[in-house]
Each structure stands twice: as C-alpha cells, then as structure tokens.
C-alpha cells in the first residue's frame, strides 16, 4: 500500500534512510539541513529499527564516525551543508581510499567561506570532481525533488555497497527545505549479523579463526601497491561510468536548443522550457541525475542535434565544463547562474537563452 | 641433578613466557628500545588472557604506531590522525557487544585529536583509550609535541620548549579525569619490569571495566623516544624517570569513577 | 644452590640490541653479542647458566624476542 506523506526534502532523506536499514546516522547541525538529525532525534529510531543516531561535536568528528561504523559493514550516513563538507574532506577521501560505503547529504548552500544560508550550487566541482585530497571520485547524485531525496537514500546505499564507494547526494537549500508529497519505501530490515559476514567480508567485526585478521586502511607505504590500489579505484570509477549514468530528458525529441541542468536548476528550467517553447523556440533539457558519472554519451548525441547548449546553474559555472568535455566543445555551450544564494527565475533562464544562445 | 641441560630446560611444559599469538610475526618497525612494542605485547596479552581475539576491535592512529595493525593480530581500522575516538565511537555504539579500543601517541590525542578525545570521553564512551606519552612527535622526525616538557629541545623547539611563546605542555589525562563520562584513569610506563606488570592490570581493568559497561577508559604510558630525544634506550629510560615522571607522575588519577587524593 | 634454573632463547634476527633487557636482568645473565643479526644490531645473548627463569627480561623487550623456560630442581 502507498504510504504517502507531504514532508520536508530534509526531513524525507531522513525517514527514507530509516526505512533503507540504516544502521547509524552521525551529524552536525548547519542551516539549511539541521531537519535532518532533527528528525531522525525526534523519530528516535533505536526503539524501532535500533538505529543510532549521534550528534557529534563537529563535521570532522561525525565524517570519522561514519568511517568507524562504515569500517564494521554498517549503513551508516551523515548530512551536512557546504562548510560543513568542506570539513569533511579528510574524512571523505579516506573512506574513498579504504573503500568503504557510505551515504552523505549536502543540501547546499551559498559559499564561499560561510557564505550564506541561502540555497546554491556552487560545491559541484568539490563534489564530482573529489574533494579532498588524492585520486578519487564519489558517485553523485542530484534529486531534483523530495521524492527523489526520499528515493536516493535507499538508492545511495545500495550503490555505496555495490562499489564499496561513498555515494554523495547533492542536494540544495530549496530541496532540503521545501515541501512535497512524498511517497515512502516499506521498511527494509537492517542487515543482520550474518548477512554483514557473508556481503561484507572484508568488514572489522571482530577476527574468528576461520579468517585472517581484516584491516580497513587507507596507507601504503609500498608506492607499487598504492598504485595498484589507484588503479583499481579507476577502474571502479569506470564500471560506474558504464552502469550507473543517469538522467532525464525532457521535450529535447525536436529540440534545436538545449538547457542542461540539476537539482533545482532543473525544475526553473522545465518552466523555463515551456515559456520558450510558448514563444516558439524549440527547446529541450537534459537533467542529469547522476553528476558522478556524468550523462556524456546522451549529451553527445544531443549535440548532433542541437545548436547550442545552455548549462544553467546556482554558481559561477561549473558543470559547464562537463558539458563542454561531454560535447568535445563541437558546439556552442554557454553558462548562466545566479549565486550567492540567489535563484534564477524561469524568465531570467529564458532571456539568458535568447541572448547567449539563440542570438549570441 | 647438577647437569640440566639446556635441552631439558627447554621444553614445552617449562614454558614460563612467549610472545602472544596476539602478536603477528612480522617484526616491529619501531626504533630500538621504544615502549610501543612493549605496550603493543601487554595490550594483545589483555586481550588474549580474555579470550576476546573475535570481539575485539582496535583503531590505529597516524604518528608511529600508524602500522600498529600490522602487528596486532585483530581486526583493526586505521583513523585519520586524531579522529581514532570518533570511530571508535560509532564502532562501539553500533556494536555494543565488542571490545573497542584507540591507541593512540601524544600528537594524535592530545594536537590533532583534542577535540575528538575529550568529547568521546565526556560522552563516556564505553572504550578504553591507551594513550602513548613520549614527548615529542617521533615519525616525523622529532618535533615539539603538545606534552613535550618545559625547556626540552625537539626539532622545531631547538633552543628548548618556550613555554612563553610556545604554549604548556598539556596533560590531558588530568584534564579528561575531570569528565563525569570517564571511569577509569591511569597513568603508567613499560620501561621496568615492574612497571609492564602495574601496566598489563591497569589496561585489564580498564577492559574489564568497558565489558561491564561502566564507561570510558582511559590509560596512558609515558613512553621514551629514544631517537626522537637522541639517546640510547638505556639512557632514554633514565631519562624519562628524571624529567618525564616528575611532570607526569605514575599512577592512578581516577578509580571507580572517583578523583585519587 | 638455585631451586630453579632458567633459560631463555632469544629470536636473534628480530633483536634490535636495545640492552634494556641487560638492565631488567637480577643475575647479570644477558650481555650483547660481538657479532651483528642481519640487520646489522649486536643481539643480546645469554652468556652464563645464572638464569633463574623470572621473566623479566622477555617482560621489557619491545620486540617481544625473548622465550623463557624455568624448571624446578
């Protein structure tokens, strides 16, 4: 049976991760995501499900908290918003080196430095491109809505296991706190005992004789061996890139334009579509979900088709790179955002598509 | 009777001591004479004497003991240089029926790790913190510590530690004695024999003390550095029992809970 | 005459002749060696039948090389 409730994009990550077996969340508060720890204290899952939930004294804490619980084969997650992933790089980029799953939220806001509260796009490089130090990638992905932030929780989970990866959800201020009708997963157990052993059998829960120890480090001091290990990551990158793009294309079937856009941006764009086309400019959007790997292949095709690319985005202009590399720069492709907490109105995406693309 | 042979002494029924199975056979790579190895063994011989090699799980920190996972034969996770109590943490709360420790040196606990440390041990995390006190940071090649002494040269202090512009040293275990979380804290040192001993009982109470529940343990050894200090293990011992202890006397600051004296 | 006689073996490769088991000794039993392992550290080796098997020298090693065997006489 439907189970549908009108909730907050925070407040749905949340519930969902609940309902997806969720083993442990460790937190800090930071506007505009605060609603998610403080749902998930209200909830109290640890009489239900047996969740634990811990607000830790800083990001840098609770990302090193994910890391311990992620180390034993737990679903663990934590959220944040862009200061405080800034903080938790370190963090990041050694559960990325140990290979460990995890599912983080960062309902963004405008930077940089402590910025402003306000709703922004503006940490994309920070979260497609790594983040912190070293090589390596976290699979991102952007909801667009709060069914999708309910929807990703369990998703993110099941791709952070399927590739021992941390997996990111890259939201915003305007997803995290605006309201929606949501409809919510069944519960889904937390894994047991057995299950940890048999799925994850490289997890530290403690050395039986039937084994060798199990170690989760990210150090090697053998540059042959880290190499290797590097390597490896790419090739896991790789497999993602292969299996795991995702998007969604909206009126792009006879489209002569295109607006590519994520998250929020993505909805002001759909509108911003239909004004354009109401004008009789054929135009279509291609939405990519996942930001990590990025949709080239369908962005490349499109460029055959169209005559220039409109990257529309809460920041300076950073997916338009992508967009550039996924179109080899064969076609015109230009930026337009709004920042620092700004967000852009369907009409502002129009007119910036007329001038930059249409008669630039 | 007066001519036993070494063979005869030798035999398994005469065993009195061996190294634990607890330890792997790969050889340590600390210096000549440095604690960690000592306080590594007694650690794996708590846990073995315990019977608690599957329900143990120990996190390394960053600084010499980096590759102490090397050593001890459990499992074990390796934390970013100061966060050892945040996973150890989550590892403890997620698993409450495992014995969880951090090892962790002066730079990792009481620099990087100030923050991660006090707030698991005012939380009252039920783990046991063994806490590795040589004065100095010894990987990287000796430099000043938080709890190198007053006056004591390191690479970056050397003309000596100026306690005017180079800050106190810090003793953190006075300072996490204080925290109603902690249960049990004590001071000790691996460089006598009988010191190993009084060590070894303090870290099997502080285990006991976790597996009845009673909340945060916390046990640090004042170690030497010999490299670090540029002597010889013999003469670091001396050392440390005329400058070392006096700054950070041995014994117990808190026992059951309560402050001693 | 001792009531117990002691004996130790000492895993000369993994000793890095540190000497703190010299000063833990009551019987003056270990010395270092004038030869070097294969790491290029004088090793400690027991040079008389003084050992009364108390242990103390395999408590303080760092390197954990020492065995310790004891009989009763």
């Known amino acids: 049976m439907k189970e549908l409730r009108l909730m ?16 442990g969340y460790f937190g800090y508060p930071i506007t505009p995501q605060s609603e998610v720890m403080e749902y998930l204290m209200y909830q109290e899952p640890h009489k239900t499900t047996g969740m634990v939930v811990l607000q830790a004294e800083s990001e840098v804490a609770a990302i090193n ?46 930077g940089p430095g402590l910025g402003t509260i306000q709703p922004a796009q503006s940490d994309y490089f920070q979260s497609t491109k790594g983040g912190g130090h070293g090589d390596y990638r976290l ?33 915003d201020g305007v997803i995290g706190q605006m309201m929606e009708k949501v409809e919510l997963q069944p519960h889904q157990p937390r894994f047991t005992k057995e299950e940890i052993k048999a799925n994850t059998p490289w997890a530290t829960y403690g050395k039986t004789d039937d084994r060798g120890r199990n170690i989760i480090t990210s150090l090697d001091l053998d540059s042959h061996k880290q190499e290797k290990h590097v390597t490896h990551l790419a090739e896991k990158y790789q497999a993602m890139e292969e299996n795991e793009v995702r998007y969604e294309e909206f009126q792009t079937e006879d489209a002569e334009y295109l607006i590519v856009a994520y998250g929020s941006s993505a909805r002001i764009s759909q509108k911003a579509v239909d004004i354009a086309r109401a004008k009789g400019i054929k135009v279509g959007l291609l939405r990519p979900i996942t930001l990590f790997p990025f949709p080239k292949k369908p962005l490349a095709k499109l460029a055959t088709q169209v005559k220039g690319i409109l990257s529309v985005e809460m920041s300076l202009g950073q997916m338009v790179e992508d967009v550039k590399l996924a179109v080899e720069c064969k076609i015109k492709v230009e930026h337009f955002g709004r920042y620092g907490g700004i967000i852009p109105t369907p009409d502002e995406v129009v007119a910036a598509l007329e001038q930059k693309i249409i008669g630039g | 009777m007066s001519e036993i042979t070494k063979e005869q002494i030798r035999q398994p029924e005469n065993l009195v001591y061996t190294k634990t199975k607890l330890l792997t056979d790969k050889a340590l790579s600390y210096c000549p004479g440095c604690g960690h190895g000592t306080a590594h063994r007694i650690v794996m011989e708590v846990i073995e004497e315990l019977n608690a090699q599957s329900e143990t799980i120990g996190i390394a920190p960053v600084g010499c003991s980096v590759l102490a996972y090397e050593f001890m034969n459990i499992d074990m996770q390796q934390a970013a240089h100061g966060r050892a109590p945040a996973l150890a943490t989550a590892v403890k709360r997620l698993m409450p029926e495992k014995l969880v420790f951090t090892y962790q ?3 990792d606990l009481a620099a990087i790790g100030t923050a991660e440390t006090i707030h698991a041990c005012n939380r009252g995390e039920n783990i046991t913190i063994i806490f590795i006190n040589n004065g100095i940071y010894g990987m990287t090649g000796g430099q000043m510590a938080p709890t190198t002494l007053p006056n004591m040269k390191a690479s970056t202090c050397p003309y000596g530690r ?3 512009t180079m800050g106190n040293p810090l003793k953190m275990t006075e300072l996490v004695a204080q925290l109603p979380g902690v249960r049990y804290v004590t001071r000790q040192s691996v460089h006598t024999p009988g010191n190993v001993r009084k060590t070894k009982k303090a870290i099997r109470k502080a285990f006991d003390m976790q597996k009845e529940n009673k909340g945060l343990t916390f046990v640090e050894i004042v170690s030497n550095c010999n490299s670090g200090w540029k002597m010889t293990p013999i003469q670091s011992n001396k050392w440390m029992e005329e400058n070392m202890f006096p700054f950070y006397p041995l014994g117990d600051i808190k026992v059951d809970g309560q402050l001693v004296k | 005459m001792a009531k117990v006689k002691g004996d130790i073996v ?18 003056d039993v270990i010395a270092m060696a004038k030869n070097v392992n294969g790491k290029g550290y004088h090793y400690a080796e027991s040079i008389n039948e003084e050992c009364i098997g108390c242990a103390n020298c395999a408590i303080v090693c760092p390197d954990g090389v020492i065995t310790v065997y004891k009989i009763k006489l």
């Open chain 1, 65 to 110: 908290m994910v890391y311990g619980g992620a180390s034993c084969g737990k679903r663990v997650m934590t959220s944040s918003s862009s200061p405080g992933i800034s903080l938790k790089q370190e963090g990041i980029s050694y559960i990325a080196g140990a290979e460990l799953p995890c599912l983080i939220v960062n309902v963004v806001r405008g």
């Open chain 3, 10 to 27: 000492i895993d000369i490769e993994k000793c890095k002749g540190c000497e703190v088991c010299i000063t833990a000794c009551p019987n």
């Open chain 1, 139 to 171: 699979l991102v992905l952007a909801p667009a809505s709060v069914q999708e932030m309910a929807d990703f929780a369990g998703l993110g989970f099941e791709l952070a296991f399927k590739y021992r990866n941390p997996v990111l959800i890259l939201s």
């Open chain 2, 105 to 107: 040196g002066d730079g």
């Open chain 2, 162 to 164: 100026d306690v005017v």
């Open chain 1, 8 to 23: 907050k994009g925070n407040e749905a990550v949340a519930e969902a991760a609940i309902r997806a077996g969720c083993d």
